[in-house]
Every structure is written in C-alpha cells, then in structure tokens.
C-alpha cells in the first residue's frame, strides 16, 4: 500500500515525501511541475530510494487521478498541489479559485471512487484572517485575506462536508511559516520569480541574486517594531504529515483541523540577524512603509497537535537558517 502525495515536488510535498519514506511508508508523487522542477524529484529519490513512482500530470484531468489510483495501490493521500502566491491570487482570482477548489473536489471524488478514505490537507493558517489574539487556537474565528486564503478556507469546508456524509477521514493541517531545508543541503525550496516569503527572499540576497532586503514597517507593537511570525523547519512540518497519517490509522475519524507551528514568535528583524549569523556577514535590507493587511504578531497555540497527533516542532529559528542556508549556498540558482 501506498501514500500518494500529490504536488510532491513543490518544497513542503518533497520534503514530506522524504520523512514518508524514512517513516517506512511507499510513495507515490503526482505533479504537473507548473511551479516546481523535476529536479527535486531527482534529489528526493537519491535520499530515499530511486523507483519512488512520480505520475506527471495535472489534477484537475481525469485521466491523471484514474492512472495515480489505478496503477499504484493507493490508501491514504496528502494533498498540496496548489496555487500558492498571495500576490498573485489578487490578480488571478478566478484561476485560483478553479485551480485549487477543483483540484480538491476532483481529488476528493477520486478517493471516493477507490475506496480510499484517509487523507490530509495541506491548509494554511491564513483561514484566520485577521487573528484577534494570540497564540492562535483551532476555535479562533476563520475568514481569509485574499482569494489564496479563501480558497484554503473553502477547501477545508469542501472537505468537512463530505467528512460529514461519507466515510472520508481528513486532517486539515494549518501550517505557519516553512522555512529551512533538508540537512543535506540536497532539497530545498526553489521558488518560481521573486520569492514571497521572507527567508528565501533573505537568502537570494545572501547568494547575490537580489540586491537587499525590505522590512515592511518597524512601527508595530512588538518588542522591536517589526512583524512577528511564527516560523517552523520544513522538516519538522513534514514529520507533522507523519503523524497525521498516523492518528488517521489509529482511529481519528471526521474533519479535523489542526494547527501546526512552533508555539514561538520571532520578528522580521531576529529573522535578519539570525541569517547573517548562519551566512556569516551582514544581510543588507533597508525599512518601508507596512503593507496593507500585513497584522503585528501572530503565532500558533501547540498543545491540540500534540495531543491529537502526539506531534510538538523540536527544531528552532537557528537551525531553520542554518539548513535553508546550506541548501541555498550548495545551490545558488536552486534546482536549476
């Protein structure tokens, strides 16, 4: 039996694919490779094993999800294949929106056609908006911020209705801030463009591929200014699938939401200074104005993962650095 990972070549999907492997499960990977390269398929397969399946081709074409079902022995599914940029999704509203919902139902109804009934959702913490405190909890209040956040606020009502009337099993996975790398410095994250997200933008400055840094307001109620954020070790947010996959075949039955971070906030400007430490000399970056919608602080309450999954993040911001800096220096370009 099998563990198919769809949009297992995008970072947090390979990445998973490799703590899959090292948990003793089999994989297979399905990937159209529109925002990710086949060469992380090839660098997962040298850390685990080289006949991982890896089916090409888009969800939302029939033919794809009856080859992934029909050719391999599938019985529980992770799910990231998606569009992912906040940005973008503002300008692309409707290929968002029939990208990621699509994909989902169609991946959903799939499952129902083979039998297959355990399956996690890769969320976002984005369902919650605007957080109006902090650490956040699975109960606090959800909405969305942009089309991206609504489409993972819409997938995870998709999901819980047909938790609710057929045998479907899910946990919806709401994750914080990725970051980091394989300790091998072999896979990492490669975005597509400019990076969105502050770390590997901080690491493309570091390789000299961009200019400097731009901190987006230091005048925020925070103990230096700048945003606070929760951020977690890609590998420790893969593990988090592990044990997802397992409490499903323990019993855990339903839709279930759980939040996954590290319980701890780090600013915009530690972030900073915790990469130059790893790079070993000063990340240049200057300071502009907020952007609108961005919120103070944010992090996430711990305690329901680790009782559900039995699961707590055991990596903190140093080595999350320390790794992606690895990854980044071995690969200047990343997997090109």
């Known amino acids: 039996m099998a563990t198919l990972v769809t949009g297992g070549a995008g970072y947090i999907g390979s990445h998973t694919a490799v703590a899959l492997h090292d948990a ?6 399905v990937d159209n490779f529109s925002n ?3 060469k992380a398929v090839d660098a997962l397969r040298a850390l685990t094993t080289p006949d991982i399946a890896c089916v090409e081709g888009d969800l939302l074409d029939p033919a794809t999800l009856e080859r992934a079902f029909t050719d391999h022995d599938i019985d529980e599914v992770i799910h990231f294949a998606a569009y992912k940029a906040v ?7 409707l290929d968002y ?3 990621n919902l699509g994909s989902t139902i169609a991946l959903a109804q799939a499952m129902a056609d083979h039998g297959v009934r355990r399956l996690v959702f890769s969320s976002s913490c984005t369902v919650y908006g605007q ?3 902090n650490p956040v ?3 606090a209040p959800t909405g969305a911020e942009s089309p991206y956040g609504w489409t993972k606020f819409m997938s995870e009502q998709i999901l819980t209705d047909a938790a609710n009337a057929t045998p479907l099993d899910v946990v919806l996975l709401r994750y914080f801030n990725p970051v980091g790398a394989h300790p091998s410095g072999t896979l990492g994250e490669d975005p597509t463009g400019i990076p969105n997200n502050l770390v590997p933008f901080l690491m493309q400055v570091a390789v000299g591929r961009l200019e400097k840094a731009r901190v987006f307001g230091t005048d925020y109620d925070t103990p230096d200014g700048s945003g606070v954020r929760d951020y977690i070790h890609v590998m420790d947010l893969a593990e988090a699938h592990v044990a997802a996959l397992d409490a499903l075949s323990d019993g855990l039955s339903g839709a279930t939401a759980v939040n996954i971070g590290t319980g701890v906030g780090n600013s915009v400007l530690e972030v900073i200074a915790a990469v130059a430490e790893a790079v070993g000399r000063p990340i240049p970056y200057e300071i502009v104005d907020r952007r609108s919608g961005d919120i103070a ?3 996430a309450a711990t305690e329901f993962a680790a009782d559900v999954l039995g699961w707590r993040a055991s990596r903190d911001l140093d ?3 320390r790794d992606h800096w690895r990854w980044q220096s071995q690969n200047p370009n990343g997997f090109e």
């Open 24 to 29: 003793g499960r089999d994989v297979v990977l």
């Open 36 to 38: 990710s390269s086949p």
């Open 87 to 93: 940005g973008e999704s503002v300008e692309k509203p």
């Open 97 to 99: 929106y029939g990208n």
């Open 131 to 133: 957080p109006d405190e």
């Open 137 to 139: 909890t699975e109960a």
């Open 297 to 299: 602080m944010t992090w």
């Open 319 to 321: 080595e999350m650095v």
